[in-house]
């Protein structure tokens, strides 16, 4: 069986990961709000559509933490029903086993989200670069995705 100490500190590594996604979606998402000034407003259904996938990836990344979190505590329990069983003679095998595996689909749960929260990342900075194209090609006077095209590297 591997031992919690390793779960937790994986559990561990994953909150850090987390939190920073998380950071970065709040820091951006306050950038977007700041910007908005009465009549200011170039696209306000892009920038509304941007607010609402920043949502979404705050509540995903939200989720994850409170679900690594879990799973250390569970890990943290799981060292404990190592040493009820032992004291108890090995006569409860199935009960660190049982915690092991509560642990791991915990955890599972926050990869999970954390794999939405990266999916939708993924098509919000796709849908960046492709308005940044358009505005490009607007303020060049080119058919969108020319002037990218041509430049080497």
Do not use: K, N
Not at 59 to 64: D, N, T
Not at 90 to 102: C, G, H, N, R, S
């Amino acid at each position: 069986m591997i031992t919690p100490a390793l779960l937790i500190l994986a559990s561990g590594s994953l909150v850090a990961t987390a939190l920073v996604r998380l950071a970065r979606v709040v820091d951006r998402s306050r950038i977007l709000i700041a910007s908005i000034d009465p009549g200011s407003v170039d696209d306000a259904e892009v920038l509304g559509r941007s607010l609402d996938r920043h949502r979404q990836r705050a509540l995903y990344a939200e989720r994850s933490v409170g679900l690594f979190f879990v799973a250390v505590v569970v890990f943290v329990i799981d060292c404990l029903t190592i040493g009820i069983d032992h004291f108890a003679g090995d006569t409860l095998t199935w009960l660190p086993v049982a915690a092991t595996i509560a642990g791991m689909v915990v955890l599972m749960a926050g990869a999970a989200y954390m794999v939405g929260e990266t999916q939708l990342g993924a098509e919000q900075i796709v849908e960046e670069i492709r308005l940044g194209q358009e505005r490009l090609s607007q303020a060049v006077g080119v058919e969108s995705g020319t002037a990218l095209r041509s430049r080497p590297g």
